[in-house]
């Protein structure tokens, strides 16, 4: 494959001309044990992110005591690898140069990492963005920010550039090993960067395990197979489209045994239009435009193809999200609310629905322009000048006029021959 063929020639380089050339000085950092352990609380539970099964995430801060080569005050992601070859530390420290060199605006900063002779103990340091990682705002903060349509599909295309960029932009083909909502952090403006990045091989993760919560995301030939791709990435990547749709955690053990797989679980309900608003995530309060709805919808099916041939690559995801972007509300009226000066004439209530718009009156009487199109309980009456007085039938015709006048003319033009000529109107 390409990715192995680019990092055989990667390590035949570095082979025979040394370690890689460190980026610009001071912008990478060996962190000690002790420091990183002390960022990370002792490894304690409530710092822990995501556990899988190449790595464990945690959050981490370091603090002035660690204030060297300008990194005062850090808040970082800690990548704790779960170490399964005899890399030695010149190899690990050359790949971490690889990484670091990596630069684009949808990928967090690698700012160091930890190794040491003696221990098999390899660890990642990323910058840490405002809001944290993607899964805690979905399912895990009640705090957090509220994440409406417009602002998940923001942190989609930036994390599918993101992709783009390590799998066919940048200097080096690189992918992960397991790509989640763990690993997407989003920043306060809700813009969204890719953290934990830090395979640059083809060989995927050991899937020995019992834990099928940790194979969640894995894509089929990666389970199988031990074979990783972009295409394995892109697979991971219709997930993160489904939990984002339905804000459900795939392999979540608090839902029943038959729904905690996501993928078979939404699949009936995504190929029918009707369905599909049955799994959205409460949380968005059907405030979503449908048309984009179904079209993320069509794109998570694709990416979650068994045959990785028949996956779209990253760089179409990004021209398709652009466009679902675009998806307005198909509503007729502008969803705002009313001027003050119609205020006093009309309410607007919302549906439910946001395609839908209703209408109430206000509780004031209503605007002398309004016509009901049902009858009165009684008709003005046309007197003649010669006295005689004709009272029209109860019934009307049923037709809504839009003015006043044309329901004067209409009611004039059926009756005028059964009562005369007339000369005047009483009652318009």
Sequence with gaps: SASASASASASASASAAGPLPLPPSGSVRSFSYDEVVSACQAFSSDRCVSEGLSSVVYMASFGDEASTANLKKVEATVVRLHVTTTQSIREFINEVNTLASLQHQNLCKLVGYHARDGSDTRMLVYERLAYGSLDRLLHGRSDGPPLDWNTRMKIALCAAQGLTFLHEEGPFQAMYNEFSTATIQVDKDFSAKLSGYGCVGGHGPETETSNSSALANLSVETIERGLLTPKSNVW?????????????????????????????WSRAFLADDCRLSLIMDPQLKSRFPVKAARSIADLAQKCLQVEPSERPT????????????DMKYSCRFPLREPAPAAAARKHMGRS?????????????????????????????????????????????????????????????????????????????
Aim: net charge positive; aromatic share 6%; hydrophobic share 30%.
């Design 236 to 264: 991971s990547y219709g997930i993160v489209l489904l939990e984002m749709l339905t804000g459900r955690k795939n392999m979540d053990g608090s839902y029943p045994k038959e729904e905690r797989n996501l993928v078979k």
């Design 314 to 325: 990253m760089r179409n995801i990004v021209d398709q999200l652009k466009i679902i972007q």
């Design 352 to 428: 439910s629905s946001l395609n839908t718009i209703v209408w109430t009156p206000a509780a004031a009487a209503p605007p002398r322009s309004s016509f009901s199109p049902s009858p009165p309980a009684r008709r003005p009456s046309v007197s003649p000048t010669r006295g005689r007085t004709i009272v029209f039938p109860p019934v009307v015709p049923q037709r809504v006029c839009s003015t006043l006048e044309e329901i004067s003319r209409e009611e004039v033009r059926r009756y005028s021959s059964a009562s005369g000529r007339r000369t005047s109107l009483e009652g318009f």
